[in-house]
């Protein structure tokens, strides 16, 4: 589906721009990812519209096919990137999970903020990116992914968000679009 609309109070989310999820082998280069997703917070940023900036600082207990690290991450893992350049108004959520609703304050920030609408962006597509816009939805919030500034781990995963799980979520489009229509609802 085409963007159609940014509502009055809409937030960016960006979902685990941090130096141990950015030093994973991902689809797209993080470098990409990131310099798209600095766009977006500097353009929200200006428009004085509420920034979220999300990290994991663990992996959820319990046992899967994949196994994968349980538990607390290394020394440094968590840590936003410095290009993020996080202010003072930005809301930091730290999450043990997939989805940045999960046993955090997001959702009770976004009520506070008024907020009707988010935009996301990050790694990975198809864990904390798809996990965060499900719960949002599940809110009630209206839901845009900025498709290219997010990647994964997984071509084929990727993939599948994008094409068949987003678009039942919300709206997708690029970062210029959504900066172009962030331009057009808040001239």
Not at 51 to 75: C, E, I, K, S, Y
Request: a negative charge; hydrophobic letters at 40%; proline letters at 5%.
């Amino acid at each position: 589906m085409a963007l159609t609309t940014l509502d009055a109070k809409t937030a960016l989310v960006v979902i685990d721009l941090q130096r141990g999820v950015v030093a994973l082998p991902t689809v797209h280069p993080s470098s990409e990812i990131v310099a798209r997703s600095v766009v977006l917070l500097d353009a929200f940023r200006r428009h004085g519209l509420p920034v979220v900036l999300v990290n994991v600082t663990a992996g959820a207990p319990g046992r899967t096919d994949q196994g994968g690290p349980r538990g607390d991450f290394p020394a440094g893992f968590a840590d936003l990137l410095p290009e993020l350049k996080q202010q003072p108004s930005d809301h930091v959520v730290t999450k043990r999970t997939w989805g940045a609703f999960t046993n955090t304050d997001l959702a009770a920030y976004l009520r506070e903020q008024g907020v009707t609408q988010v935009v996301l962006c990050g790694i990975a597509t198809s864990i904390g990116v798809e996990s965060t816009a499900r719960f949002a939805s599940e809110h009630g919030l209206h839901v845009t992914l900025a498709i290219d500034a997010m990647t994964d781990l997984h071509p084929d995963a990727h993939t599948n968000s994008i094409t068949r799980i987003f678009p039942r979520l919300g709206e997708t489009g690029t970062t210029q679009e959504v900066l172009d229509l962030l331009e057009k609802t808040r001239a």
